[in-house]
């Protein structure tokens, strides 16, 4: 059983920057490719990235991409991501989650095995 506990969330101004971090414990960390998606109020959950378990290989939405960059650290068992240049649209509780030797473009949230509770972003005009 892996637990994901995310933070760094929080209200910035457009054009601001902020940097999430997702801890993983409870299972091998590098077995995991690890996502990040976002749900904005009467939304579905959206794929935003995600980094294969092995590093290396990331994928993005296209909304994102050019802003946003994901990395892990496997010694610390921590995924981040770093969000420049935000936008209002960007608003939404964001989760970080976990697949199991996951193939890095899988943006559907139903193949990830673990998620955490999420943390708020909130980006004002």
């Known amino acids: 059983q892996v637990q994901l506990v995310e933070s760094g969330g929080g209200l910035v101004q457009a054009g601001g920057s902020l940097r999430l971090s997702c801890a993983a414990s409870?299972?091998?960390?590098?077995?995991?490719?690890m996502g990040w998606f976002r749900q904005a109020p009467g939304k579905e959950r959206q794929f935003v990235a995600n980094?294969?378990?092995?590093?290396?290989?990331?994928y993005y939405a296209d909304s994102v991409k050019g802003r946003f960059t994901i990395s892990r650290d496997n010694a610390k068992n921590t995924v981040y991501l770093q969000m420049n240049s935000l936008k209002p649209e960007d608003t939404a509780v964001y989760y970080c989650?976990?697949?199991?030797?996951?193939?890095?473009?899988?943006?559907?949230?139903?193949?990830?095995?673990?998620w955490g509770q999420g943390t708020q972003v909130t980006v004002s005009s």
């Open positions: 409870g299972g091998t960390f590098t077995s995991y490719t």
């Open positions: 989650a976990a697949y199991l030797f996951g193939v890095v473009a899988t943006t559907r949230p139903s193949k990830y095995n673990y």
């Open positions: 980094i294969k378990y092995s590093g290396g290989s990331t």
